[in-house]
DNA sequence: CTGTTAGCGCGTTCAA
DNA sequence: TTGAACGCGCTAACAG
């Protein structure tokens, strides 16, 4: 059985469908009360709910909003969906949620599938793959296709898209001046893929922050990883010939392997070695070592994304770039330095 | 500027919309060989790319499906979403997602909002609110709306809509008479809100095994917990009154809550008490102590049901209930009884 | 106060 | 070999 269209409770009404339009729409007419509440009446008992996709197609705007994150079943990305699905659902947009697994053409091919959809805007945390020329072509594709979106985890000035993120330098700062203040020098890196802006300056505030503690910067002691577990876990074998004191991992997922496979050596965490890590992923609070990271209030960037995309379109509000706060939260990975 | 419609290549090549649309969609047609490839080359020059909406509105098939769980946020349910994606997605659909936040009624709304959407069919976790008459209430709406859907993490065989999970009776089965074999003969359990036919089958589960093995069920080594964290932590000051030499959680999340609450108390795992969960999310493997669990197939639990969905779409295939396999993964939260 | 007409962008008869 | 005409379900202009 198919749904009831406007034509069929226009029939059944013995009207016409631009008088049932205009009445359940609440536009402003001049339709006599009785056959107002007739219509109404026939709306609920016939179960009517507008074809979306009908109403789209001719409004030019399909109340969707498009989203596209690397991983989705990563907990950050799932945490900062949250907060963008709460945002768009009550504010009566849908939700078209795309992977990117992190490869810049697949977020491509998603950003054209979502304009295909005709979503009036969207959300996109760039994969990692994404920076330089290829950030450009995802920035070209959003642009040529005339889409309103938010970037996520990233700072642009020059582009002519809203951005929301945290101060990544900053961060990266206080996690390391908070190690030195613990006594540390020898403090290694943990880094992600090198290119996008959100690691360049995370790793930025940590060889800014030894420098004006005139502790020399050490090539050895970065070991590029890939965000991931593993890539932490393996990093702890190569570093640990320069004798950390302390690892500065930039995320929280990397942290858990740097500290596994510390264990595995046999140091104790914080004991002989600290790790800090950056997130603060809900998960950090559980692991085996409570973790010392850096906050991003991850949920509220999702929020936030998703208030400001609304607001440009609905409003004809000009692009913003919003830096959301972030803090130092100090748990059991990080310890003074013991020696 | 607006998107190169079907009409604008049509002008271009000076040639009607109709035969556009034949050439572009490759339906049998009889038109010259030079005219094709003009439309073709406009096609590709232009960008053309058709519009969903429109396609979606006279087809009767948006290319839409829908996935309502409870909680993105849940690493659970992200990395479920994770398969549906991935499938989703290989097959040219879009994804529209929706949190019923363990809330029925919005669960409701949801289904009604993917309905609108016309969804060609929708993919859900029922909410841990939606048992009994309340969950007639979604099925009822689901069938009175006509959708297609599949229905992950429950087992209803008088539906008539395909289901995926695991068999959650003897997963649990499966887990208390390990640690039977263990020695373990007080072995309390945290369940989650009771009502959900999984909640229910874990349980018989535990009392089945329990039973078989002439231990007596003891209520009060019972806690219904809530399968949040904090629930698993609470649970443990009240359960430890009966002194358990193990605790079977229903889901991971309490498990790692009663792990840490079972150390506050000064307790070791597994040394003094074992634990065990059910899940085996991601992180079951970095926790403190490297939790056993039940494992369930997560990401194929949500891969199977896109792609059963799917095929029921395109092929008219009746209804199918699968059942996927579950492991036991022994880790270190589990140990002989010690005493 | 209400209905007719037109069209959003597209696919599908049918006639030419 | 091609195009005009129709309709998907809906809204908006303009009549009347």
Same mark, same amino acid.
């Given at each position: 059985m198919p749904r009831t269209t406007l034509k069929n409770i226009a029939q059944a009404a013995g009207l016409s469908t631009t008088t049932v339009s205009l009445v359940l729409n609440d536009k402003p007419h001049h339709i006599s009360k009785k056959k107002c509440q007739l219509v109404k009446d026939l709306a609920i008992k016939m179960n009517y709910r507008p074809n979306r996709l009908a109403v789209g197609l001719i409004k030019k705007q399909s109340k969707n909003i498009g989203l596209i994150v690397p991983d989705i079943s990563n907990a950050f990305f799932a945490e900062m969906t949250k907060g963008v699905e709460d945002i768009v659902r009550s504010n009566k947009y849908n939700l078209l949620l795309c992977n990117s697994n992190g490869r810049n053409n697949l977020e491509l091919e998603c950003i054209n599938m979502l304009a295909d959809s005709s979503v009036d805007g969207l959300i996109i945390t760039m994969s990692p793959e994404s920076f330089g020329a290829k950030e450009q072509l995802s920035l070209n594709a959003l642009?040529?296709?005339?889409?309103?979106? *938010?970037?996520? %985890?990233? /700072?642009?000035?020059?582009?002519?898209?809203?951005? *929301?993120?945290? %101060?990544? /330098?900053?961060?990266?700062?206080?996690?390391?001046?908070?190690l030195i203040s613990l006594g540390h020098k020898r403090i290694a890196c943990i880094t992600g893929p090198i290119g996008p802006k959100t690691t360049e300056n995370r790793l930025n505030g940590y060889k800014y922050s030894l420098k004006k503690h005139n502790i020399s910067y050490n090539e050895n002691m970065v070991f590029h990883g890939d965000y991931h577990y593993q890539s932490g876990y393996d990093a702890v074998a190569v570093l640990l010939a320069n004798k950390p004191t302390a690892i500065f991992c930039l995320n929280d997922q990397m942290a858990y392997g740097a500290v596994k496979a510390l264990k595995k050596q046999g140091l104790r965490v914080p004991d002989d070695i600290s790790v800090i890590g950056f997130d603060n992923i809900f998960f950090s609070q559980m692991v085996e070592v409570p973790l010392s990271t850096v906050s991003q209030p991850i949920y509220k960037l999702g929020e936030k994304a998703a208030q400001i995309l609304i607001t440009e379109l609905t409003t004809k509000q000009k692009t913003q770039h919003l830096v959301l706060e972030h803090t130092l939260k100090i748990r059991q990975s990080t310890a003074k330095i013991n020696n």
């Amino acid at each position: 059985m198919p749904r009831t269209t406007l034509k069929n409770i226009a029939q059944a009404a013995g009207l016409s469908t631009t008088t049932v339009s205009l009445v359940l729409n609440d536009k402003p007419h001049h339709i006599s009360k009785k056959k107002c509440q007739l219509v109404k009446d026939l709306a609920i008992k016939m179960n009517y709910r507008p074809n979306r996709l009908a109403v789209g197609l001719i409004k030019k705007q399909s109340k969707n909003i498009g989203l596209i994150v690397p991983d989705i079943s990563n907990a950050f990305f799932a945490e900062m969906t949250k907060g963008v699905e709460d945002i768009v659902r009550s504010n009566k947009y849908n939700l078209l949620l795309c992977n990117s697994n992190g490869r810049n053409n697949l977020e491509l091919e998603c950003i054209n599938m979502l304009a295909d959809s005709s979503v009036d805007g969207l959300i996109i945390t760039m994969s990692p793959e994404s920076f330089g020329a290829k950030e450009q072509l995802s920035l070209n594709a959003l642009k040529s296709l005339g889409l309103h979106a *938010v970037i996520v %985890d990233s /700072f642009n000035e020059i582009n002519q898209f809203s951005t *929301v993120s945290i %101060d990544n /330098f900053q961060a990266a700062c206080s996690a390391v001046e908070y190690l030195i203040s613990l006594g540390h020098k020898r403090i290694a890196c943990i880094t992600g893929p090198i290119g996008p802006k959100t690691t360049e300056n995370r790793l930025n505030g940590y060889k800014y922050s030894l420098k004006k503690h005139n502790i020399s910067y050490n090539e050895n002691m970065v070991f590029h990883g890939d965000y991931h577990y593993q890539s932490g876990y393996d990093a702890v074998a190569v570093l640990l010939a320069n004798k950390p004191t302390a690892i500065f991992c930039l995320n929280d997922q990397m942290a858990y392997g740097a500290v596994k496979a510390l264990k595995k050596q046999g140091l104790r965490v914080p004991d002989d070695i600290s790790v800090i890590g950056f997130d603060n992923i809900f998960f950090s609070q559980m692991v085996e070592v409570p973790l010392s990271t850096v906050s991003q209030p991850i949920y509220k960037l999702g929020e936030k994304a998703a208030q400001i995309l609304i607001t440009e379109l609905t409003t004809k509000q000009k692009t913003q770039h919003l830096v959301l706060e972030h803090t130092l939260k100090i748990r059991q990975s990080t310890a003074k330095i013991n020696n």
